[in-house]
């Protein structure tokens, strides 16, 4: 199983992103997406998370800023980013909650993709 997230970027403060990511593989069923950051010297955070029966959280930072959102059918997560800030600046990292298909039986772990890292300018 693997998570690939695309979107990230430079921008300028007030500006606009949107970031993407995909599982793929053995998949049997999606529980939790989402999307975590790290800033330089600091550690890592929770930005937005889905269920899979669409409920969200947001960290109290991107509330009314950010939207997450999933498309089940497709197994992808997206993360809109509004009126982007020079504090939003790290590198953000796609996770989710997979059951894995392993022979006849199915197995739940917790996977990461590799971080994309979105700067915002002032």
């Known amino acids: 199983v693997q998570l690939q997230a695309s979107g990230g970027g430079l921008v300028q403060a007030g500006g606009s992103l949107t970031l993407s990511c995909a599982a793929s593989g053995s998949i049997y069923a999606i529980n939790r997406m989402g999307w975590y950051r790290q800033a330089p010297g600091k550690q890592r955070e929770l930005v937005a998370r889905v269920s899979s029966g669409g409920s969200t959280d947001y960290a109290d930072s991107v509330k009314g800023r950010f939207t997450v959102s999933r498309d089940n059918a497709k197994n992808t997560v997206s993360l809109e980013m509004n009126v982007l800030k020079p504090e939003d600046t790290a590198v953000y990292f796609c996770?989710?909650?997979?059951?894995?298909?392993?022979?006849?039986?199915?197995?739940?772990?917790?996977?990461w993709g590799k971080g994309t890292q979105v700067t915002v300018s002032s």
């Open positions: 996770n989710a909650g997979i059951w894995v298909v392993t022979g006849t039986d199915q197995r739940f772990s917790d996977y």
